[in-house]
């Protein structure tokens, strides 16, 4: 029985009817790991905990307490905290931390009476495009083990979409769940800023970050986001919010869709462009309406995400200081000298590029020039995305320029890599849901994925129209994910 | 041009530090970075159309009211240095 293509909602059937019981699915997950992880590399840490875990699952499903998740196989991104369980941002930093509390997700999910296969990796704290900055090493595309999945939550989405687990939890700064979902050809959901808890999330820029969930479809997802989304008193951004599941299924006729034309211009590779273009006529063929839109400040989304996320990521990452956990050189002699050896030696290259960046950003001199431009740019960004949704639903947009590339072509200069952000980041800027699904195939077989941008709270809506187009969309999946 | 007197300045404010190669690599890197960033420097906005001030959004803070905490032996596992109860750094000065 091929359990890792089925849906969360098939396996629990499964488990509820007893054809399954909670250890053989986990067992099921961990053979597949031994099997395709050492190509792979999605994991940085496999839980040897899982088993336990799975047993008590298995005792909730047979006392008849059994959730949505209870017994269900989760790999979680190695910047959520779990305590415990090693949690290490993809960081020699944090090469050995062992978080004495759970991220507020890990704790709900826990309760729930989900099983953590074990810790995904990513780029180093979650700055990158491409798993590739990743302390641990790379992970590599299950449709092409030449490629990057994708970043950061390139672990997240590649254990997905090779089977390696039944949905997984990513993180979202400026595309980190979309893009490898995209280039994996799995769904990725980045929520509304506020639905998701960040308590626990290790900070990189704590006004973008956001916790989602990726899966093989929308539905997955929508269990999987109803499951942690909620008001938490320890983080004071988080909001009470409706469940998302009992919207998937409704009507999607009458939708208006919006299509920014600036997403549509230079740097989209042609295959993406059709793919997506066809999407919007499978929805127009769908009953929703098509409507050309605009966002002329599109052009200024890269500069002004890097800045606001590298001021903040400055600021978050000067707690690491080798004292209180992780990372202690042994170098120096001196408080500061050890310090500062502590930093170099733990933090790798596109970390340390972040961090001079928001430094400069936010130092005297620079600080109205730099910083203060790229805010009063985030608030035209949202104005702007207010306007569209004045007389649009949703806004449908390719997730990426192009395909995923190879492991190492974007190794040079470090805005190439920036670049490849370029259709993600605003919807991190305005705080607004977007959902990647996969639309298409290259030439060479890769997955195209396209996204749709809701309404703040909207999460609802996206995925049920993402659940709609993939009712009818034709998978290919290759031998990796089979 | 690549500036390495500004490197060494950001590297002081952010405690980090480069040897001849690295800082030659991380001052080619912040150049190219700075010039793509450069583009939005000559964009004309104003604050007057587009107001800084604090958003909604956030809930109340929580009461100031004691809360059970974790036991001081969890919260320093994680250190390398401890004594007794207490985290052991280097000396700060003489």
């Known amino acids: 029985m091929n359990l890792h293509l089925k849906s969360i909602k098939e396996l629990r059937a499964l488990l509820d009817g007893g054809d399954i019981t909670a250890p053989e699915l986990t067992q099921y997950y961990l053979d597949r790991i031994e099997k395709l992880d050492p190509t792979i590399r999605a994991f940085i840490t496999v839980n040897d905990q899982a088993m336990k875990q799975a047993e008590a699952a298995q005792k909730m499903i047979e006392s008849g307490c059994a959730g949505p998740l209870t017994g269900i196989v989760l790999g979680i991104k190695d910047n959520i905290c779990t305590k415990g369980l090693r949690t290490t941002c993809a960081s020699r930093m944090l090469e050995d931390f062992i978080p004495p509390y759970h991220a507020t997700v890990a704790a709900k999910l826990e309760e729930a009476g989900a099983v953590f296969i074990g810790k995904l990796n990513m780029d180093e704290f979650a700055m990158g495009a491409s798993t590739t900055t990743s302390y641990f090493g790379v992970t590599r595309n299950p449709y092409d083990t030449d490629r990057v999945p994708g970043g950061s939550s390139g672990g997240s989405a590649a254990a997905v979409a090779a089977g390696l687990c039944v949905a997984s939890l990513g993180s979202d700064t ?110 127009e063929a769908m009953g929703c309406v098509i409507k050309e839109v605009s966002m002329p400040s599109l052009k200024y989304a890269i500069p002004a995400y890097y800045l606001i996320a590298s001021a903040e990521a400055s600021s978050n990452l000067a707690r690491y200081d080798g004292v209180r956990y992780g990372h202690l050189s042994q170098e120096g002699e001196t408080f500061d000298q050890r310090l500062i050896a502590t930093r170099n030696e733990g933090f790798g290259r596109e970390v340390k590029r972040r961090i001079l960046l928001g430094t400069y950003a936010l130092s005297s001199g620079y600080f109205d020039a730099y910083y203060k431009k790229a805010c009063l740019l985030r608030r035209r960004i949202r104005r702007e995305y207010e306007e569209i949704f004045k007389t649009c639903d949703c806004i ?59 309404k703040a709270f909207a999460d609802g809506e996206i995925l049920n129209l993402a659940d709609a187009f993939e009712k009818k969309f034709q998978y290919v999946l290759n031998d990796f994910c089979l | 041009m690549k500036d390495y007197q500004l490197i060494d300045h950001l590297a002081a404010l952010s405690r980090l530090s480069f040897t001849g190669a690295e800082k030659e690599e991380m001052a080619a890197d912040m150049e190219s970075i700075m010039n793509l960033m450069d583009t939005i420097t000559q964009v004309e906005i104003s604050e007057e159309e587009y107001p800084l001030t604090a958003e909604g959004g956030m809930e109340l803070l929580r009461a100031d009211e004691e809360r059970p905490s974790m036991p001081a032996e969890e919260v320093l596992a994680n250190a390398k240095g401890k004594l007794y109860h207490f985290i052991a750094v280097q000396k700060l000065m003489d």
């Open chain 1, 174 to 283: 400026g595309g980190s769940i979309r893009q490898p979902a995209s280039f994996c050809g799995v769904t990725g959901l980045k929520p509304t800023y506020g639905r998701v808890s960040r308590s626990g999330l290790i900070a990189f820029a704590s006004s973008l970050d956001q916790i989602g969930p990726i899966g093989k479809s929308a539905r997955d997802c929508a269990v999987l986001l109803d499951a942690v989304s909620g008001a938490d008193p320890l983080d004071m951004t988080s909001k009470p919010s409706d469940p998302v599941l009992p919207q998937m299924g409704k009507p999607v006729a009458g939708t208006v869709i919006g299509i920014p034309q600036e997403f549509f211009g230079e740097g989209l590779s042609a295959e993406v462009r059709a793919a997506v273009e066809a999407a919007a006529g499978e929805f």
């Open chain 1, 396 to 454: 449908l947009t390719p997730t990426a320029p192009e395909i995923a590339f190879r492991i190492g072509e974007k190794g040079g200069d470090p805005t190439e890599m920036y670049l490849a952000d370029i259709y993600t980041v605003t919807v991190n800027i305005a705080g607004l849901p977007a959902v990647s699904t996969t639309c298409g195939y290259s030439s060479e077989g890769m997955p195209i994925g396209m996204s749709l941008v809701g």
